[in-house]
C-alpha cells in the first residue's frame, strides 16, 4: 500500500483512466450568422456544421467581450475580463493616447493589462498538470514574448504570438516567429488545421490524451483569398441576384453596416476555414477516436460587419464585433461530447466564454484548481438536457472598439438585456424573446425591471473592481460630430462602390492574389 501511494504522484490521475481528446476550435471575428446552419445561404461550411448536427448547439452562446484579447483570455481562465484584467485587445490605445486615433471621442478609456497574468491557471494549465499532452496552433494575442503560449501551460506551439491579425497575410510567407513558412502562396488557414492534425496523429497509439486548441486567425482582417474561389463565390452571388443590391451599407450611430452577405472574397475565406476544419475531423474519424474526442467551436466575437473590412452581415442580430448589441457578442457555440450530449440536440440557455473552462475540465473529470477561482459554470448538466440554474451574464466594456462600439456594461437576465453606456450614463432595455434585432428600447415602458436590473449591474462592478473611462477635457463634440456626418456620407458612398466592383466580371481585387498564385 505505501508502495503504491508513493508511485500515484508520478502518474496522473488521467493516466490511469481513459479519459477524451479535446479538440478546442476558436475562430477570428465570426459572426453568429456566418454558417449554414446559422442561416447563411451564401457561405459554404458543411465540416462546421458537421459539429453542431453530432452534438448541442447552444442558440444563445456568447463571448465575454466585443473583441478578440478579451474574450480569448476569458476561455483560458474562466474569468470576465474585469477579473482577469484584459479588458480590450492587445495593442489598443488607452488614456491620453487614445486620442492619436483621430476619433474625437468624448473619453479617454482606463489602462489594462497587456499580458495574460502568469498567476492565472489556464486551461492548459489544468489540463497539463492532469496528464494531457497540450498543443496550441494559431492566433494567440494574449501578450508578447514571455508570455505566449508554451508560458502558459501549452507544450507544443504552432504560430501563436504578440500580435493578433496574420502579420504576413493569409498565404506564406507568414512572418511569424513561431510558424515556418510554407512554400510561396501556401494558406494559413489550411496549414494550421493540417498542423493540428499533425499533431493528433503524433499522437496514435499514446495512452496519453491530449488537448489540441486551435485557434485561427481567419476569418480577421486582411480579407484575403484565391483566384478560384473569389470567382466561385462572384459567379453564386450573381445567380442568387445579391448583385443587385442598390444598398448594401446603413449607418447606426457610428458607422456604417453591413446589410447582406455577400463578399465573395470574406465566402472564399470561409470556405477555406471549412476545409481546414475538416482536415481536424477527417484525422480523428481516421485514427477511430472521435468517439473518444469532445470537439468545440466557437469564436471569439462577432462578425465584422462595420470598421476593419465591413466582411460579412449578422442580420437579423444588430451590429457586429467591437458592439453592443447581439451581433457584437452572440457566437456559434457547439459541443460533440459523444455519450453526453445527444447528437442535434439545441438549447436556449445562456452560456458564456467563461463557461469553457468549467465545463472543459468537468467533462475530462479533473478539479477545477483551487487557486483559480472561475466565473463560469460548467455545462455538463445542459449537454444531459438536464435543468440548469439560471444566472444573469455580465460584460464590462469601457473602451472603443474600431468597429463604432461604445463604451459600456451590460446585464442579461434571461430575454431581458440592459445596456449601460458610460459616457452618457443612459441605460437602454431590450427584450430579446421578442426583438432580436434590438430595436425597441423598452426602458420607459419597464422602468421598475430597469431599474433593479442596473442595481445588480452596478453591484457586479462593484464587485469586480471595474475600470471607467474619463471624460477627456480636450473633447470637441463639433469635431467628433463632423467626423460621424463624414462616416454616414462620404464613406457609405465608398464602401458601396467598393462591394458593387466585386461582381464586375473583369475586376481583380488583388494582382498576385495576395499571393496565393505564387508557385
Known sequence: ????????????????????????????????????????????????????????????????????????????????????????????????????????????????????????????????????????????????????????????????????????????????????????????????????????????????????????????????????????????????????????????????????????????????????????LAKLDELGIADNTIVCFTSDNGGVSSGDAYATANLPLRGGKGRQWEGGIREPYYIKAPGIAKAGSTTDVLASGIDWYPTLLDLCGIEIPKKQKVDGISLVSTLRQKPSPARPLFWHYPHYGNQGGEPCSIIMEGDWKLIHYLETGHDELYDLGKDIGEQNDLLTKHPKLAKEMRARLDQWLKQTNAKFPVPDKQFDSAKRDARWQHMKTGMKAGLENRAANYFKINHIPSKDWWGSSKK
Request: charged share 20%.
Open 1 to 280: 500500500m505505501k508502495l503504491i501511494l508513493l508511485l500515484l504522484p508520478l502518474f496522473p490521475l488521467s493516466l490511469l483512466a481513459s479519459q477524451p481528446n479535446v479538440v478546442f476550435i476558436l475562430v477570428d471575428d465570426l459572426g453568429a450568422r456566418d454558417l449554414t446552419n446559422e442561416g447563411s445561404t451564401f457561405y459554404e461550411t458543411p465540416n462546421i456544421d458537421r459539429i453542431a448536427h453530432e452534438g448541442m448547439k447552444f442558440t444563445r452562446g456568447y463571448a465575454t467581450c466585443q473583441v478578440c484579447s478579451p474574450s480569448r483570455a476569458s476561455i483560458l481562465t474562466g474569468k470576465y475580463p474585469t477579473n482577469h484584467g484584459i479588458t480590450q485587445y492587445i495593442g489598443g490605445a488607452s488614456g491620453e493616447a487614445h486620442r492619436s486615433k483621430g476619433r474625437n471621442d468624448s473619453h479617454l478609456p482606463p489602462e489594462y493589462e497587456r499580458n495574460l497574468r502568469v498567476s492565472e491557471i489556464t486551461l492548459a494549465e489544468a489540463m497539463r498538470d492532469a496528464g494531457y499532452k497540450t498543443f496550441f496552433a494559431g492566433k494567440w494575442h494574449l501578450g508578447s514574448k514571455g508570455s505566449w503560449p508554451t508560458d502558459h501551460g501549452f507544450d507544443i506551439n504552432q504560430g501563436g504570438w504578440d500580435v493578433g491579425g496574420p502579420r504576413g497575410g493569409f498565404f506564406s510567407p507568414y512572418n511569424n516567429p513561431n510558424l515556418k513558412d510554407g512554400p510561396n502562396g501556401e494558406s494559413l488557414t489550411i496549414r494550421l488545421g493540417q498542423e493540428t492534425a499533425d499533431f493528433i496523429e503524433s499522437q496514435k497509439g499514446s495512452k496519453q490524451p491530449f488537448l489540441a486548441y486551435l485557434s485561427y486567425y481567419t476569418v480577421h482582417a486582411p480579407i484575403q483569398t484565391t483566384e478560384s474561389l473569389y470567382k466561385k463565390y462572384r459567379d453564386k452571388a450573381k445567380k442568387m441576384g445579391l448583385d443587385k443590391a442598390d444598398e448594401r451599407y446603413l449607418f447606426d450611430r457610428r458607422l456604417n453596416v453591413r446589410q447582406v452577405q455577400d463578399n465573395p472574397i470574406y465566402a472564399g475565406m470561409m470556405e477555406q476555414l471549412d476545409q481546414s476544419v475538416g482536415l481536424v
